[in-house]
């Protein structure tokens, strides 16, 4: 069965670096999010996107955060200047219309 | 209020059947979810049910839906240790940042 698939699975940065997140959506799938889980919380949206552009985004998702779509297969999320408190998991995540949403198996991120 | 409610923990002992709840506020749902999370991994859809239904089975699964009262439940049968986990209600209403709303997760102790 097709999956999304995330890279890489632990990333540690120092604050103030920059981080990309990789994301390998479902082939067929045109609607991309991706979901923030701080440990030992609730999972929240961040960002919705589809038809190439940023369809729906969270009071979280700030200036620091960033997606693109930069081939026919990846999403990335890019963070720009990390703090502390963006350690958490961050899920990917497609669907094709009115159908379940598929996550990857998440990149925990540890700001240092 | 919150979207999506669930109690935050349940125990119960290998062999018994364990019930998790959930409620939700809002009567456009269109799907409601089921996921599953083991500690540190990403999120596993379990099952999900279309607003039209009123029950889903899926082997040990059943899936329980109350439009009136917007109460979802999940029956897990027979349950084992290795259904220790955090479970999360969801439900969905489009594709942008409604795409999914999580409940709060609920701990299910699972105990020899």
Redesign the interface.
């Known amino acids: 069965e097709p999956e999304v698939t995330q890279t890489p699975s632990h990333q540690v940065t120092q604050m103030g670096q920059e981080v990309i997140l990789r994301c390998v959506p479902i082939s067929n799938h045109l609607y991309f999010y991706w979901y923030r889980q701080i440990l030992g919380q609730k999972v929240e949206f961040l960002v919705s996107f589809y038809n190439n552009e940023i369809s729906e985004k969270s009071e979280i998702f700030d200036d620091q955060f960033s997606v693109e779509r930069p081939d026919g297969s990846n999403f990335t999320l890019k963070i720009r200047s990390t703090k502390l408190e963006d350690s958490a998991m961050y899920f990917c995540a497609s669907k094709q219309g009115d159908s379940p949403l598929h996550f990857g198996n998440g990149t925990r991120l540890t700001v240092t | 209020g919150e979207d999506v409610e669930q109690s935050l923990f349940l125990s119960v002992r290998e062999g018994d059947s364990s019930v998790i709840n959930c409620t939700y506020t809002d009567s456009s749902s269109?799907?409601l979810?089921w996921?599953k999370q083991e500690p540190?991994?990403?999120?596993q859809?379990l099952t999900?049910i279309f607003s039209n239904m009123d029950m889903k089975q899926d082997q040990r699964l059943t899936v329980l839906l109350n439009k009136k009262d917007k109460h979802l439940s999940l029956r897990i049968a027979d349950t084992q240790t290795g259904d220790s986990a955090i479970y999360?209600c969801a439900e969905?209403r489009g594709?942008?940042?409604r795409?999914?709303?999580?409940?709060?997760?609920t701990r299910l102790q699972v105990q020899p």
Request: charged letters at 5%.
């Open positions: 269109t799907y979810y996921y540190g991994a990403g999120l859809l999900y999360f969905s594709t942008g940042r795409a999914l709303t999580f409940g709060s997760g």
